[in-house]
């Protein structure tokens, strides 16, 4: 099992005016100016009804690959222990890949099934092809959630960029977000035991409080843009 750790800096810090993180934090994170871009969308009911269900089917783009990557994942809030959650997933029959989104004020048990599929151009399927693409692909235990996804609509496009950097020996990953006019700079790193993630979350929160620019408050991309899912960017 992975943890992914994540914790926000504050936008308004470190963007410049064209709203691309300043050099400033690239720097101090020994990261290039050349970023990667994403393009990124779901499909659900026009109900939202397997988002209310904690289940999300994302597909994503990234320039620098030749595939684009259909998600399936279901999300279970960790509200006592970790181990807990899992049981509750392995009740629910749902199996895959076991990660933990370390929040600093919210921890989630992901479930997650990824699928890619062969594309050319940087671009993003409409909604006929991406409900093909999404329901032919689906692992047999994300069948359930496909039901009546005939009726369904497309939430997103979003883009964002992502630069590589490092702190401490870690790969530390620093993306930029605009959902609803709402500008988001998440940075995170994924490790192997919750130790580290512990760890490792708090030595980014120092480090981003010695840069004067941590955002306290968790920043919930999917849950922004499921909420606004009528603002693209």
Sequence with gaps: MKYEVKVFAVAQEVLNKKGHIKSSLLEAFDAKKGDEDFLVQFIDHDSKRNYHNKVTMRIRKSEDDEFMEIQYKKRYPVLATIDDAIRQAEEEGI?????????????TLSVTHV?????DAHLLPALDQSHHHVTSAAPEVFE????ELDESTLVGPYEFERHSGKLNGYKIKLERWLIAETPIVEISSKVTTEKEAQELQQQLIDYLNELKVYEATDQLKTELIFENKDSSS
Excluded: C, Q, R, S
């Design 115 to 119: 699928v890619e599929v062969p594309v």
């Design 95 to 107: 199996n895959g890949e076991l990660e933990v989104e370390y929040g600093v004020n919210k921890k």
């Design 144 to 147: 359930p959630f496909l039901t």
